[in-house]
């Protein structure tokens, strides 16, 4: 069993900064890419940005500039930190890895709970 745990999201003002975190554990051989999703009310799951095991990163470009994504392999950990947030950054945001475990040979992405982060005055 793997877990994807996620922490970090709240309420914050316009022009702030949050730092979310996520955390794996179980049953891990290794971890390959991770990172975050974010889905809005009424809107469509969409990548924010990701980070390969090497550490090359990938980002939307609505957020490029603005945030930040890396990573604890030690540690199996993944990170968004956000700055300069405006409201339309609102959503559910969403943590993933793709991970191989002890008992399988392949790669499965497993997705975090999802955490709220609000931008609102």
């Known amino acids: 069993q793997v877990q994807l745990v996620e922490s970090g999201g709240g309420l914050v003002q316009p022009g702030g900064s949050l730092r979310l975190s996520c955390a794996a554990s179980?049953?891990?051989?290794?971890?390959?890419?991770m990172g975050w999703y974010r889905q809005a009310p009424g809107k469509q799951r969409e990548l924010v940005a990701a980070?390969?095991?090497?550490?090359?990163?990938n980002y939307a470009a609505s957020v490029k500039g603005r945030f930040t994504i890396s990573r604890d392999n030690a540690k199996n950990t993944v990170y968004l930190q956000m700055g300069s947030l405006k409201p339309v950054y609102t959503a559910l945001y969403y943590c993933?890895?793709?991970?191989?475990?002890?008992?399988?040979?392949?790669?499965?992405?497993?997705w975090g709970q999802g955490t709220q982060d609000t931008v609102d005055s």
């Open positions: 993933h890895a793709e991970i191989r475990t002890l008992v399988r040979p392949h790669t499965t992405l497993y």
């Open positions: 980070v390969s095991s090497g550490g090359s990163t």
């Open positions: 179980g049953s891990i051989f290794s971890i390959y890419g």
